[in-house]
């Protein structure tokens, strides 16, 4: 088994900050890469962030220069620091890690239960 567990999420005022975090636990072999990905109501899942084991990130337009992801390999957990919050960044937030529970096993994605960000004054 392995559990993918979100904290962080809320509302906040437009401007604010929030930081996201994410553990993965269980039976891991090892993490390719984990990352952060958002869905609001009639919409399909998006990425917003993303980051390798080696630390290359890649980060969409409309969150770049605000969002900062970052990652603990040794502990397993991503983070998305999210400054100057707009009220469009309203969304489920979801975590996400490609990883391979076992040597020989294919890698497959596996995701968290969603957090909601609220951005609205």
């Known amino acids: 088994q392995v559990q993918l567990v979100e904290s962080g999420g809320g509302l906040v005022q437009p401007g604010g900050s929030l930081r996201l975090s994410c553990a993965a636990s269980g039976s891991i072999f090892s993490i390719n890469a984990m990352g952060w990905y958002r869905q609001t109501p009639g919409q399909q899942r998006e990425l917003v962030a993303t980051?390798?084991?080696?630390?290359?990130?890649n980060v969409a337009d409309s969150v770049k220069g605000r969002f900062t992801i970052s990652r603990d390999n040794a502990k397993n957990t991503v983070s998305l620091q999210m400054n100057s919050l707009k009220p469009e960044d309203t969304a489920v937030y979801y975590c996400?890690?490609?990883?391979?529970?076992?040597?020989?096993?294919?890698?497959?994605?596996?995701w968290g239960q969603g957090t909601q960000v609220t951005v609205s004054s």
């Open positions: 996400n890690a490609n990883l391979r529970r076992r040597w020989n096993y294919p890698s497959s994605d596996y």
């Open positions: 980051i390798t084991g080696g630390g290359s990130a």
